[in-house]
């Protein structure tokens, strides 16, 4: 059992505008890659499940070339708001860090 | 073959790029040099109050370096989003740097200013029509948010930008624009083809970004072509693969494959990405489809009141279990106070005191899967806000002292129960502002929504 932290290259959230959160999971292989997909543990349902969020709010896209998975969503607070704690939406990606992918 | 050769200076204007890496970009000849000077990224101060993100020393080194190498290949240079929010204010703000710059090194060009600040009139006039739309997610329009905006800009496309080069311009200093279209227009404008034309642009725009291992911001370079671009960073030391550059459609941006322009979509579906050589990388195969009806994007901040912050440790035990009823109940307890202090004129509606809690879910609020664990320690950010300076600053001085001492039930006696690591314990910053559009105005024509104004310098 590994860490989704463990297999790849860059995991990272962002700011996709002032409304949109966007995580990067990208990978140096295509092995490492192929293999986090298949093991479906990190899909459109169980990003919606660990970060409660609606699954219809979840866009989830698999990226051969650039061998990552990318996930948006509504941002939870407009950027900049007084709830908002994250202005460049930069940490939002750690509870993907600690996923695990069985081997 | 149509090549046309496109100089990305930095991704930002003022973050600064290597002297030699754009004297190479220079020596490759390109047909026109752009660096984008603004974004959404940092939050809506910067919009809303006019003032700049970087630092006019960093900015105008950056400037005069780029007006020097256009001088002497005589090619233009687009900057947009002047001033970092890309109003009015910003594109002055730069035209001041330019002009100081042209002063010193005697240097003369055709300027041309295109601003996009919007006029509320013309914009009531559009939601009226119903020709303003939301995005997805945006929050509510009405003539209400238009007015009480304090800056709303509308995003260029490469339209007005060609138009100022058909005008004579040799430098232009833009407003808010779509960071792609500055590197779009001159490749569009001598028939290059539209995907590769606008898929480079996205490469190109945030400098250095697409490359394996960045090292600092700097110049880049895309050879655009019919059917395909190239794309290589000007530093020899610096590196891109198929994969650094196929990666950077991810940044920033919602979809991977689909790039929303004001005229159309760049589609990067059918992309491919070979190495040219181990720093140089060809893309083919990308897609612009042109919309039916071009739209602008608005983007719009309005005052949001005076801020002051407190803060705070809390390492007690007692304190930490009880957390949330203890924060509610000071608060609660602090509106009688407020209510005497200001004889009556101050309820507790005219103010917001917000706290957040790091070690627990200061970061992700409510996405935070850990909420319920917390540690032997926590960190209290306390936000004063109202819409009076005064008022702000009386609320915060007096809060801080009550949170201070508020009491828990499990001690008997007087307790100070946050620690302060600064005297005083609270910080006035001023005015904050929110965002309040994500919309887009269909125009009867690309150019309506912006001014153009021509100087000889």
Same mark, same amino acid.
């Given at each position: 059992m590994a860490k989704l932290g463990d297999l790849a290259r860059l995991i990272r959230s962002k700011n996709a505008g002032p409304f949109t959160l966007t995580f990067d999971v990208m990978f140096e292989s295509d092995n490492a890659y192929q293999a986090v997909l298949a093991a479906n543990v990190l899909t459109k349902a169980s990003f919606a499940k660990l970060y409660n969020?609606?699954?219809?709010?979840v866009l989830f896209f698999a990226h051969d070339t650039a061998k990552a998975i990318k996930i948006s969503i509504p941002r939870p607070y407009v950027q900049g708001d007084r709830d908002d704690g994250d202005a460049y939406g930069g940490q939002q990606h750690a509870p993907l860090v600690e996923i695990e992918v069985p081997a | 073959m149509n090549e046309v050769r496109v100089l990305s200076a930095s991704g930002q204007i003022g973050s600064g790029f290597l002297e030699s890496s754009f004297a190479r970009g220079i020596e490759l000849k390109p047909h026109v040099i752009g660096c984008d000077g603004g974004s959404t990224d940092s939050g809506p101060a910067h919009l809303g109050s006019g003032k700049p993100h970087f630092s006019r020393e960093g900015t105008k080194r950056d400037l005069k370096l780029m007006l020097q190498g256009r001088n002497r290949i005589n090619v233009p240079l687009i900057v947009g989003s002047c001033g970092f929010g890309g109003g009015d204010d910003g594109v002055d703000w730069m035209r001041d740097i330019a002009l100081e710059i042209a002063r010193e090194e005697g240097l003369k060009f055709r300027l041309a200013l295109v601003r996009s600040e919007q006029d509320k009139a013309y914009l009531k006039k559009r939601l009226k029509e119903g020709r303003i739309t939301p995005l997805n997610p945006a929050p509510p329009i009405s003539d209400d948010v238009i007015d009480r905006s304090s800056h709303i800009v509308g995003m260029m496309g490469h339209e007005p930008l060609a138009d100022a080069i058909e005008h004579g311009a040799q430098v232009i200093l833009a407003g808010r624009a779509s960071d792609t279209s500055l590197f779009a227009t001159v490749p569009l404008m001598k028939g290059t083809g539209a995907g590769p034309a606008w898929h480079a642009a996205k490469i190109l725009?945030?400098?250095? %970004?697409?490359?394996?291992?960045?090292?600092r911001p700097d110049s880049i370079m895309a050879w655009v072509r019919d059917d395909h671009f190239d794309v290589e960073p000007m530093d020899m030391d610096v590196h891109c693969t198929p994969q650094s550059v196929a990666s950077h459609t991810l940044y920033e941006n919602a979809d991977p494959f689909l790039i929303t322009e004001p005229d159309g979509t760049v589609d990067t579906h059918g992309a491919r990405y070979e190495a040219l050589n181990d720093r140089a990388v060809r893309v083919r195969g990308s897609q612009f489809h042109r919309a039916e009806r071009g739209t602008i994007k608005l983007e719009g901040a309005e005052f949001g009141g005076y801020q002051a912050i407190i803060i705070g440790g809390v390492r007690e035990p007692f304190i930490i279990r009880q957390l949330d009823s203890w924060l509610q109940a000071m608060k609660e307890k602090f509106v009688p106070r407020v209510h005497e202090m200001f004889d009556g004129r101050l309820g507790p509606d005219d103010y917001d005191i917000h706290v957040r809690v790091y070690g627990r879910d200061g970061v992700m609020g409510k996405l935070e899967p850990l909420a319920h664990q917390v540690g032997h320690e926590v960190g209290l950010l306390f936000t004063i806000t109202s819409a009076e300076e005064g008022t702000t600053d009386a609320i915060a001085k007096t809060f801080a002292h009550f949170a201070l001492h508020y009491p828990i039930p499990e001690w008997r006696g007087l307790i100070s129960g946050i620690a302060f690591p600064? %005297?005083? %314990?609270y910080v006035n910053r001023g005015p904050v502002y929110r965002f309040n559009l994500n919309h887009v105005v269909t125009p009867d024509t690309p150019l309506e929504m912006f001014r153009t104004e021509y100087l000889e310098v």
């Amino acid at each position: 059992m590994a860490k989704l932290g463990d297999l790849a290259r860059l995991i990272r959230s962002k700011n996709a505008g002032p409304f949109t959160l966007t995580f990067d999971v990208m990978f140096e292989s295509d092995n490492a890659y192929q293999a986090v997909l298949a093991a479906n543990v990190l899909t459109k349902a169980s990003f919606a499940k660990l970060y409660n969020v609606p699954k219809d709010e979840v866009l989830f896209f698999a990226h051969d070339t650039a061998k990552a998975i990318k996930i948006s969503i509504p941002r939870p607070y407009v950027q900049g708001d007084r709830d908002d704690g994250d202005a460049y939406g930069g940490q939002q990606h750690a509870p993907l860090v600690e996923i695990e992918v069985p081997a | 073959m149509n090549e046309v050769r496109v100089l990305s200076a930095s991704g930002q204007i003022g973050s600064g790029f290597l002297e030699s890496s754009f004297a190479r970009g220079i020596e490759l000849k390109p047909h026109v040099i752009g660096c984008d000077g603004g974004s959404t990224d940092s939050g809506p101060a910067h919009l809303g109050s006019g003032k700049p993100h970087f630092s006019r020393e960093g900015t105008k080194r950056d400037l005069k370096l780029m007006l020097q190498g256009r001088n002497r290949i005589n090619v233009p240079l687009i900057v947009g989003s002047c001033g970092f929010g890309g109003g009015d204010d910003g594109v002055d703000w730069m035209r001041d740097i330019a002009l100081e710059i042209a002063r010193e090194e005697g240097l003369k060009f055709r300027l041309a200013l295109v601003r996009s600040e919007q006029d509320k009139a013309y914009l009531k006039k559009r939601l009226k029509e119903g020709r303003i739309t939301p995005l997805n997610p945006a929050p509510p329009i009405s003539d209400d948010v238009i007015d009480r905006s304090s800056h709303i800009v509308g995003m260029m496309g490469h339209e007005p930008l060609a138009d100022a080069i058909e005008h004579g311009a040799q430098v232009i200093l833009a407003g808010r624009a779509s960071d792609t279209s500055l590197f779009a227009t001159v490749p569009l404008m001598k028939g290059t083809g539209a995907g590769p034309a606008w898929h480079a642009a996205k490469i190109l725009e945030c400098g250095t %970004a697409c490359v394996v291992q960045r090292k600092r911001p700097d110049s880049i370079m895309a050879w655009v072509r019919d059917d395909h671009f190239d794309v290589e960073p000007m530093d020899m030391d610096v590196h891109c693969t198929p994969q650094s550059v196929a990666s950077h459609t991810l940044y920033e941006n919602a979809d991977p494959f689909l790039i929303t322009e004001p005229d159309g979509t760049v589609d990067t579906h059918g992309a491919r990405y070979e190495a040219l050589n181990d720093r140089a990388v060809r893309v083919r195969g990308s897609q612009f489809h042109r919309a039916e009806r071009g739209t602008i994007k608005l983007e719009g901040a309005e005052f949001g009141g005076y801020q002051a912050i407190i803060i705070g440790g809390v390492r007690e035990p007692f304190i930490i279990r009880q957390l949330d009823s203890w924060l509610q109940a000071m608060k609660e307890k602090f509106v009688p106070r407020v209510h005497e202090m200001f004889d009556g004129r101050l309820g507790p509606d005219d103010y917001d005191i917000h706290v957040r809690v790091y070690g627990r879910d200061g970061v992700m609020g409510k996405l935070e899967p850990l909420a319920h664990q917390v540690g032997h320690e926590v960190g209290l950010l306390f936000t004063i806000t109202s819409a009076e300076e005064g008022t702000t600053d009386a609320i915060a001085k007096t809060f801080a002292h009550f949170a201070l001492h508020y009491p828990i039930p499990e001690w008997r006696g007087l307790i100070s129960g946050i620690a302060f690591p600064m %005297a005083p %314990a609270y910080v006035n910053r001023g005015p904050v502002y929110r965002f309040n559009l994500n919309h887009v105005v269909t125009p009867d024509t690309p150019l309506e929504m912006f001014r153009t104004e021509y100087l000889e310098v």
